[in-house]
């Protein structure tokens, strides 16, 4: 089955950039949606298709996907960007949704 | 504006079974997916299933094949998810979540997958104890 790998935490300073990373053979062939996960919430997507925002999503969030890696990318963080981040594909050869192992953002 | 509102909280014996709902309001149903996802206590998101009405298509992650059911009411525009067998490490949040096509023409649909998961319901606690 296909997997999708995640550091489990990452922690930045206000105001500087988050990097989240997704792996997943050929994962650039796929479409990766991210979702962001407060505690006690419901998911909220934040990117879909690699790189598109939401409506309402601010544009400090950005995506890109290549080779064997897919990246979030949270410019000018804030307090309120701290939560979990999970990324997604639809794997078409299994006809599954696999979900990254999620990314705990730490605002210092 | 599409919301979807799930059914209230669950406690279940082992072995029983549990079902949940997820009635949306707003938009065309039958031509969403709907997926079912969840989320053990400290746990990361775990994808259990969905169904695209428009097609009568169920799609089950294999963890689960035989003991999820996945249906909808149409006329309530309602997604059902059925769990069995429960088993304690079943306690969990459960999700539904709708996924729409990115063209729709000629009353057919494609490319369910091209917007992800983009509206999600408020979640189910079920708690599976003795």
């Known amino acids: 089955s296909y997997v999708l790998t995640q550091a489990s935490s990452v922690s930045v300073a206000p105001g500087t950039t988050a990097t989240i990373t997704c792996g997943g053979d050929?994962?650039?062939?796929?479409?990766v949606h991210w979702y962001q996960q407060k505690p006690g919430q419901a998911p909220v997507q934040v990117i879909y298709y690699d790189s598109e925002r939401p409506s309402g999503i601010p544009e400090r969030f950005s995506g890109s996907n290549s080779g064997n890696t897919a990246t979030l990318t949270i410019s000018r963080v804030e307090a309120g960007d701290e939560a979990d981040y999970y990324c997604q594909v639809w794997d078409s050869s299994s006809l599954h949704y696999v979900f990254g192992t999620g990314t705990k953002v730490t605002v210092l | 504006q599409v919301q979807l509102v799930q059914s209230g909280a669950e406690v279940k014996k082992p072995g029983s079974s549990v079902k949940v709902s997820c009635k949306t309001s707003g938009g065309t149903f039958n031509t969403y997916g709907i997926y079912w996802v969840r989320q053990a206590p400290g746990q990361g998101l775990e994808w259990m299933g969905g169904?695209?009405?428009?097609?009568?298509?169920?799609h089950y992650a294999q963890k689960f094949q035989g003991r999820v059911s996945i249906s909808t009411d149409e006329s309530t525009s309602t997604a059902y998810m059925e769990l069995s067998s429960l088993r304690y490490d079943d306690t969990a949040v459960y999700y539904c979540?709708?996924?729409?096509?990115?063209?729709?023409?000629?009353?057919?649909?494609?490319?369910?997958?091209?917007?992800?998961?983009?509206?999600w319901g408020q979640g189910t606690t079920v708690t599976v104890a003795s």
């Open positions: 979540a709708r996924v729409r096509p990115r063209y729709c023409s000629g009353g057919t649909c494609s490319e369910y997958f091209y917007y992800g998961m983009d509206v």
């Open positions: 169904v695209i009405p428009i097609f009568d298509t169920t």
């Open positions: 050929k994962i650039g062939s796929k479409s």
